[in-house]
C-alpha cells in the first residue's frame, strides 16, 4: 500500500495531509526518512514513526482506557472532557468509539475500538458478557441487600426484575457486583432498588479481561490477543 495511504488508514489526517507529512521528512521506516509518499510498502508488521513517535500497522484499533472521573464517553459531552481528550489524535481520528458507556463518575476499564462489527457484537447485551463492578455504597452492606440482587430487583421502566450475575460483600460498605446487562446506571440503579445508594464506582473487569494495576487513571494501552482471547474468556451457563 502506498504510505501515503497507510498514513491517512492510520487516522493521521487527509491523503493531502498525509503527503505533506510525507514530503516534508517527518515520517521514517526501519531508521529512515521515507519522504516518497508513494513508496509500496506491505502493511504487515509494518512500524513506523512520524515526529519521532513509534506506530504499527493496525487494520483495526482495539484498545482499554483507565478511565479516570470526571470524563464522559460521548463525542458530544455536556459537562465533562471527553474520554476522547485521553487519546492520542490518531485513534480519535480514525474513529474509535467506547464499546458501552460508563457515567462520567464512574472509573475504570473501558474498551475502545474502530471495528464496527466488534463494537456492536460486544455492545449488544446479547452475549451476556459479565461486567465486574466495586461498589462503594452509602450504607453497611447486607445480607439481604446481596439476596435482593442476586435475586433479581425491579428496576422503573423494565418489565422483568433484573438480578446480578454476581454479588459479594467486600467490605462493610463495599461490594463486588458481576451484571451481563448494559443498561442505563445500571448498577446504580439495582443498588438503589436493594436500598443502599453508591458512592463510587470502579469496572474491574470484562468477560475475563481485568483492568491491568500498572494501567494508571487516564491511560490507554493497545489490546493484544492475549486480552482478545481473555475477554472472551467467560462462562455463559449462567444463562
Ligand atoms: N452502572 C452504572 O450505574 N453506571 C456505570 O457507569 C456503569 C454501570
Not at 531508521?31 to 504487515?44: C, K, S, V, W
Not at 455536556?78 to 464512574?106: C, K, S, Y
Amino acid at each position: 500500500m502506498h504510505i501515503e495511504r497507510i498514513l491517512h488508514s492510520q487516522g493521521f489526517g487527509s491523503r493531502k495531509v498525509c503527503r505533506a507529512l510525507i514530503r516534508a521528512g517527518r515520517v521514517t521506516i526501519s531508521g529512515q526518512i521515507q519522504d516518497n509518499p508513494f513508496a509500496d510498502l506491505p502493511t504487515a508488521d509494518l512500524v513506523f514513526t512520524v515526529d519521532r513517535e513509534t506506530w504499527r500497522f493496525r487494520d483495526k484499533a482495539y484498545l482499554m482506557l483507565h478511565k479516570p472521573s470526571g470524563y464522559e464517553c460521548s463525542r458530544q459531552p455536556q459537562f465533562h472532557a471527553p474520554v476522547f481528550a485521553l487519546l492520542p489524535e490518531p485513534l480519535v481520528n480514525r474513529g474509535v468509539q467506547p464499546i458501552g458507556r460508563l457515567d462520567q463518575d464512574t472509573t475504570g476499564l473501558l474498551l475502545l475500538s474502530d471495528d464496527g462489527q466488534f463494537i456492536h457484537v460486544w455492545s449488544s447485551g446479547r452475549k451476556r458478557v459479565p461486567k465486574i463492578y466495586e461498589v462503594a455504597v452509602r450504607h453497611p452492606v447486607n445480607e439481604t441487600m446481596t439476596e435482593a440482587l442476586l435475586a433479581g430487583v425491579q428496576l422503573h421502566d423494565d418489565p422483568e426484575p433484573v438480578a446480578a450475575a454476581a454479588c459479594e460483600r467486600t467490605g462493610e460498605r463495599s461490594l463486588k457486583l458481576t451484571i451481563t446487562e448494559g443498561k442505563y446506571h445500571q448498577v446504580k440503579r439495582m443498588v438503589a432498588a436493594a436500598g443502599n445508594r453508591v458512592e463510587s464506582l470502579h469496572r474491574s473487569g470484562i468477560g475475563g479481561l481485568m483492568l491491568p494495576d500498572d494501567l494508571a487513571p487516564g491511560q490507554w494501552r493497545w489490546l493484544d490477543d492475549g486480552d482478545l482471547a481473555r475477554l472472551a474468556d467467560f462462562d455463559t451457563t449462567t444463562d
